[in-house]
């Protein structure tokens, strides 16, 4: 499984309050299948997707970097001109990991937020982690446009 290299035309139209598990699950490219979206990629597919997502970083549980074949959780700081930007990012992105069941976990302390994913009873990263943090980057740049 490779980048899906998504683009800001690949967003929703609708205010993404709105958007359900389907339209969720088809922009993230996975379809409702645990075994699918809950499946470990592999070292190569795990690099690409790294070399893709600049602004993430792979870690261990505690927090600390790793290679990736090792990370259970992959993370980003972000930095936004002001508060705005940044409380309309964590809306979005809560609004579309809601109907994927994915829950972002966020440090926020006013423009600067941590958001980190984890599949976290599997100890591992998975589809759905490298999806979201994709989906999350494009997130973003949509804030930082605003």
């Not at 870690?59 to 309309?88: H, I, W």
């Not at 591992?124 to 804030?143: C, G, N, P, S, V």
Request: proline share 5%; charged share 20%.
């Amino acid at each position: 499984m490779l980048p899906l290299k998504l683009t800001a035309s690949h967003l929703p139209t609708n205010p993404v309050s709105f958007i359900t598990r389907s339209a969720a699950l088809k922009l993230v490219q996975l379809t409702d299948d645990k075994a699918e979206i809950f499946k470990p990629l592999s070292p190569p597919d795990q690099a690409a997707y790294l070399a893709y997502l600049t602004s993430w970083k792979a870690t261990k549980t505690d927090g600390s970097a790793c290679d990736p074949e090792s990370a259970t959780k992959l993370s980003m700081d972000v930095k936004f001109k002001n508060y705005k930007q940044t409380t309309q990012f964590i809306t979005d992105v809560m609004a579309i990991s809601q109907p994927l069941r994915h829950h972002v976990w966020f440090e926020n302390h006013y423009t600067t937020t941590k958001v980190v994913l984890q599949t976290g009873y599997l100890d591992k990263l998975t589809a759905i982690d490298f999806r979201m943090a994709e989906l999350i980057q494009l997130y973003r740049h949509a804030a930082e446009q605003s």
